[in-house]
């Protein structure tokens, strides 16, 4: 039985003309809801016609796969598209408030009007005299229609798309590798006659289309000798936004020893400019070949390639500048603010299955937040993204972090240094297939613009691919100049890199310079550095079999203490999103104690002479400032206060602590407690200038350096009773002499 299409277009005025939406009723809002759209498109304030496939599942309710319409919009989606938007034109209703001013559309109206008032004369509300110079329902048009998918939709993997899904819609899930620039592309093309001002307009349904050249007026094939040639009007021309992307299928997807399936993605109109390289998204469309005429058609034969056309796209990770929060999920957000130690929990919860490395995840998630970019008064940009480098021993979960930073952070791009190139990294000179010109092609860290560039086996790469994320690092642009193109990309992402020792493990008998071994100019751009060295010590050595066992047990992370309080990857994601809103900045009071700070750091390293373990410039100055504000950012405050520095500072000196060799790391762990809290208050009071030093800061003091209250009042009785310092009722502190 074929299809009746008259029947199928009346399907389609029922549906959109009485379709009657509850959830909209019960929220206040028009209960018709297609009816509200086709106002709004009237209006000209909406451009797009969204038919849901749940509401006309919902319309129909029993479904027969003969006669039903979704059956028809599934198995036949583009023919569907055009009777929606014929049923849509004689249902449009009249303006109530026309919103901008008048395009093309209403020049070519109120001209054609007026030619036929002055050639018709009474007939002027009548029709035009020819067939050929009526405007065609695609040029009158300011809408398009789009169709939704149902919202449990089933997503097919792109090997999956097959040749019986020609002409049907299909879901399917990828990664986006590559996005085309936005071109116009005509959808109705206008000729005018010059000896007599025939217009004639032509539908352009394909890629390509062959030019009218003769006018078809009656009055030349009857009178003149050889029809009038026509031309072509552009601006009577319809065009429309068109961009041509390609998306690949996950990695975990792939079959072994097959290689990822690519596929061609089309996109108009609105749909436009909504996709980047690197989004993780569910594009619903149409599936279709490719037709090819001409010459074309004889050298490709038989066989055809295939395009989807997109109607619908999905984000499943958006940045977190266009992150938008649901209300239960905005009161969580506050409720884990208001949390006591909302900080060690949030980097708790950031890989939780990997045993250790507390201060480690703490650096990972002030990387996450950032600090603060700024652009001073002459353009200059100062980078508030933090850079965290990763060398250890083989074995201590380096590469598990990096791949759960990378799945945590909005876009993530995760590679490594043996498979990666120079152009690879930043951007690479490739052809156009669409126009066949010499395009630019982003990288990786082009690919993670606003996001987490994770490089593993940093030290594998070659010096000459290493040197080109150098610019990237601190001035956050990619400067190209190849193939006649040149121009400037930008790569504002964090880099969090992992690398091994020379000769793969860490050797205590070299200096920490030789067994790093990377340039100083690399060296310095990084934030933060940590050396995680694999100790054989029976009591840590025990808990982590304990714990890498309990989750080969149980597939999850153990639960127990130090477990509670943990969040999803979920809230983690919408808690940091929350903080990158705020912009902290640095009050004044706080100048003279960070310059001390910086000013002892370089002391430090000029007295260690040649065992000096890192390279200490005005960048860490900077770096101190970053991890500040990022602190700032996870308390939702919108200045740093001294806390924030302290902390920074000691993940510095731990950070810096780490890249000392194994004797002086276990004489630093079997240090005295009480002398450690001693050194940590009289360093405060050498750097402040204090006079006096209230029990609160005391106790942050001491927690900063991961002692308790206990330890720290016996550190205060202890000193008090050798009169180093004099302690009040409030035990607050004032040195005897300072």
């Known amino acids: 039985q074929y299809p009746d299409y008259n029947l199928a277009l009346e399907k389609c005025k029922e549906f959109l003309g009485g379709f009657e939406d509850e959830v909209g009723e019960a929220q206040g809002g028009e209960s018709k809801k297609y009816v509200q759209q086709l106002q ?10 969204d038919v849901y496939l749940d509401d006309v599942a919902a319309f129909e309710g029993d479904y027969d796969p003969t006669t039903s319409l979704l059956a028809g919009i599934r198995g036949n989606t583009r023919r569907y598209l055009s009777l929606f938007a014929d049923a849509a034109d004689e249902l449009m209703p009249a303006p109530t408030s026309l919103q901008g001013d008048e395009d093309v559309t209403d020049v070519l109206m109120r001209q054609r009007e007026q030619m036929e008032a002055e ?20 040029l009158t048009r300011r809408y398009r229609v789009h169709v939704r998918p149902p919202t449990k939709e089933a997503v097919c993997r792109l090997r999956d798309v097959k040749a019986k899904h020609i002409g049907k819609l299909v879901t399917v899930h990828g990664i986006v590798v590559r996005v085309g620039d936005v071109k116009p592309l005509m959808e109705v093309a206008c000729y005018t006659c010059d000896d007599c001002g025939f217009e004639v307009f032509q539908e352009v349904c394909g890629d390509s289309y062959m030019p009218l050249q003769q006018c078809p007026s009656p009055a030349h094939t009857r009178g003149a000798a050889h029809a009038s040639q026509l031309h072509q009007q552009t601006r009577g021309s319809r065009f429309v936004k068109f961009q041509e992307v390609k998306i690949q299928e996950l990695a975990d997807e792939v079959p072994i020893g097959h290689v990822p399936r690519t596929m061609t993605v089309q996109v108009r109109g609105e749909l436009t400019r909504v996709m980047s390289p690197g989004d993780l998204v569910d594009i619903t469309g149409i599936h279709l070949p490719k037709v090819l005429t001409g010459f074309r058609a004889l050298r490709a034969g038989p066989t055809h390639s295939t395009f989807l056309e997109a109607q619908h796209v999905v984000q499943h990770k958006k940045k977190f500048s266009e992150y938008v929060l649901t209300p239960e999920m905005h009161n969580r957000v506050e409720q884990m603010a208001d949390e006591p130690d909302a900080y060690g929990k949030l980097a708790r919860s950031i890989a939780p299955e990997i045993f250790g490395h507390e201060d480690i995840k703490k650096a990972m998630l002030l990387q996450l937040c950032g600090g603060s970019s700024r652009t001073l008064a002459d353009g200059m940009k100062l980078r508030g993204d933090i850079h965290l480098c990763l060398m250890g021993d083989p074995g201590v979960a380096k590469s598990q972090l990096l791949k759960h930073i990378v799945k945590v952070s909005p876009r993530g791009v995760y590679t490594t240094g043996r498979g990666s190139s120079g152009a690879g990294l930043t951007a690479a000179v490739t052809r156009d297939t669409l126009t066949g010109e010499m395009v630019l092609e982003g990288g990786a860290l082009v690919m993670a613009d606003m996001g987490i560039c994770c490089i593993d086996e940093f030290d594998k790469m070659d010096e000459t691919d290493r040197t080109s994320i150098h610019e990237v690092m601190e001035q956050q642009t990619i400067s190209i100049a190849k193939a006649g193109i040149t121009t400037t990309l930008n790569a504002r992402s964090s880099v969090l890199a992992a690398a091994n020792p020379v000769g793969g493990r860490y050797n205590p008998r070299w200096s920490p310079s030789e067994n790093i071994n990377l340039p100083a100019a690399l060296l310095s751009r990084f ?18 079999a304990r714990h890498v066992l309990t989750v080969h047990k149980t597939s999850a992370a153990p639960t127990g203490p130090a477990a509670e309080g943990l969040v999803s990857s979920e809230e983690l994601r919408a808690y940091v999103a929350c903080a990158r809103a705020v912009e902290p900045s640095v009050p004044h009071e706080l100048a003279e104690y960070i310059a001390a700070a910086y000013a002892e750091m370089r002391q430090e390293e000029a007295d260690s002479g040649e ?15 970053r991890l500040s504000e990022a602190l700032a950012r996870l308390r939702f405050s919108d200045e740093v206060c001294q806390s924030d520095v302290d902390e920074a500072l000691r993940l510095m000196q731990m950070s810096k602590a780490s890249l000392l060799d194994e004797e002086a790391g276990r004489k630093r762990a079997h240090a005295d407690p009480v002398s450690a809290v001693y050194s940590a208050i009289r360093d405060h009071v050498l750097r402040s200038n204090a006079e006096e030093v209230p029990y609160e800061q005391l106790l942050a003091i001491a927690r900063s350096g991961g002692f308790n209250k206990e330890v720290l009042d016996v550190c205060l009785d202890e000193y008090a009773g050798l009169s180093v310092w004099v302690l009040d009722a409030q035990r607050n502190l004032t040195f005897v002499d300072q």
């Open 611 to 625: 065992n000096a373990h890192s390279y200490t410039t005005a960048r860490t100055l900077l770096s101190i400032l």
């Open 40 to 49: 709004e498109i009237a209006n000209r304030v909406r451009r797009t016609l």
């Open 527 to 544: 934030d933060v550095m940590w050396l995680i060295l694999d100790k054989a010590d029976e009591e840590s050595d025990l808990a982590l």
């Open 119 to 138: 050639t018709n004369g009474e007939e002027a509300a009548g029709p035009a005299r020819d067939a050929r110079q009526q405007l065609p329902p695609s």
